[in-house]
């Protein structure tokens, strides 16, 4: 059964602005410890590139607080909730407390796409639940 669903619709100018005005604080704030090490890895290599691993991760965390109903309200938070891709390079999230334990106790389960272009990205979640 769907719990909810939540999409975001990103221009990725905001997150250049943002990450020029805060710098690593900025990026520190919205991403998890796996999320940061693949951003550490894709910004040296190439800058626009990190930017937007960043820019789909900012989108994919709203899309997911539009799904579960809470926004960013506790226990939701930015770095929370980690999207992290699988071996198949299917994107999926990864929770951390106490957000993990809200959504077990629930029984939800997500389903992930994100997507980008080189000025826009959009991500879209659909929180599920699988167990009564």
Known sequence: ????????????????????????????RILGERELQIFNRRFERNRERGLLFLATRFAAKEALSKAIGLGMRQPMSWRRAEFVNAPTGKPTVELNEP????????????????TDEADMVC?????????V
């Open 99 to 114: 957000l993990k334990s809200w959504c077990i106790e629930r029984g939800l389960s997500f389903h992930v796409s994100v």
């Open 1 to 28: 059964m769907i719990y909810g669903i939540g999409t975001d619709l990103l221009r990725v100018a905001r997150i250049h602005s943002a990450f020029e005005a805060r710098g690593m604080r900025f990026v520190q």
């Open 123 to 131: 991500a879209f979640v659909v929180a599920e639940v699988t167990t």
